[in-house]
Structures are given as C-alpha cells and as structure tokens.
C-alpha cells in the first residue's frame, strides 16, 4: 500500500520528537540533557540510529534504487552510508568525537543528496511512501545539517559531559 503524505519525514519527526523528550528529561533533571546542545546531540543519534538501520532492513531496496545511476556498486554505497551513519551517531555522543561526527555526518548528508533528487525526480516509493518533493526535502536536509553544525559546534566540556563550561582565557 503506497501512502500519499510525502511532507511526513519520519526522520525529521523523530528527531523533533526526541529532541523534546531529551529535553524535557533535562529540565526534570537529567544532569546530561540540560541544555538544548546536548539534547540535541543525543537526538541527532537517536535519529541517525533509526536511519542507519533502514539500510539493513526492508527499506534497503527503496535506498538502493535511490543511488544515481552514474554511481557503481549501490548495494555496497547503501551498506557504507548505513555503516557511517551509525558510527557518526555514536561519535555525537563521546564529547571528544562530536565535533568530527558532526561534521563528518553532515559532508555526508551533502553526498547523499542526490539520492533525494533521484528519489524525487522519478517518483520512488520509500517505506511505502511517495518520495518527498525535492523543494521540502532541500528544506528538511538544510535543518539536519544546521543542527548538527549547531549542536557539535566548538565548547568546552567538563569531565562528565555535562554540559558546556565558558571558554575563554583562565583566570588568574
């Protein structure tokens, strides 16, 4: 059964929708989740997560048919982007790689796109869904990769990873 609701990318709610649950378990006091860069980190994960084992699973078709045609060896891309995709969201999570995953993760959304613009242009099927319209998932890839770029953007973390410290000249 195909659903026609394009404009639901399942990835981007969920990332909205982990976004506020890790956040408001930093309001009730979860020391990890207090600011919203660290909420944000641990639902950038939760997210990629979810999409790098749809590159293993029953939607591992619909990606593969996504890959451009000019690019050799899809199966083997879709296996290589799931892989990465996985290995970024646990970098997001270890304060020492966040800043590389983070950047790595959204090079990475920039290579994948044209996959959307084939995906869009002839129409496909994702997960039982007709692909999303290249002008919205432009838009939604935009706040992926400014997120990321905001959530693993230069601080200083204290030991514990519990939040960001001011940076700045020691004092004296």
Same mark, same amino acid.
Do not use: C
């Given at each position: ?11 981007? +709610?969920?990332?909205? @929708? ?39 699973? @029953? *939607?591992?078709?619909?990606? #593969?048919?996504?890959?451009?045609? #000019? ?10 982007? @799931? ?18 995953? @983070? ?26 869904? +007709? ?20 959530? *693993? ?20």
């Amino acid at each position: 059964m195909i659903h026609e609701h394009p404009y639901v990318v399942v990835p981007f +709610v969920l990332l909205i @929708g982990a976004l506020l649950l890790f956040r408001t378990l930093g309001v009730l006091g979860v020391r990890s989740l207090r600011s919203w860069k660290l909420a944000a980190r641990y639902a950038l994960a939760t997210m990629f997560v979810f999409t790098s084992a749809s590159h293993f699973t @029953g *939607t591992r078709a619909d990606l #593969v048919r996504m890959v451009p045609d #000019v690019l050799p060896y899809p199966e083997l891309l879709v296996t290589v982007t @799931g892989v990465l995709e996985l290995l970024g969201a646990v970098g997001l999570l270890r304060p020492a790689t966040a800043r590389y995953a @983070g950047l790595g993760l959204a090079l990475l959304l920039v290579a994948m796109f044209p996959a959307n613009v084939v995906a869009s242009q002839e129409g496909l099927v994702v997960a039982g869904t +007709v692909a999303t319209p290249l002008w919205f998932r432009f838009f939604v890839q935009v706040v992926f990769i400014s997120m990321l770029l905001w959530a *693993t953007s230069a601080m200083s973390y204290r030991r514990s990873d519990t939040g960001p410290t001011k940076t700045g000249p020691k004092p004296r």
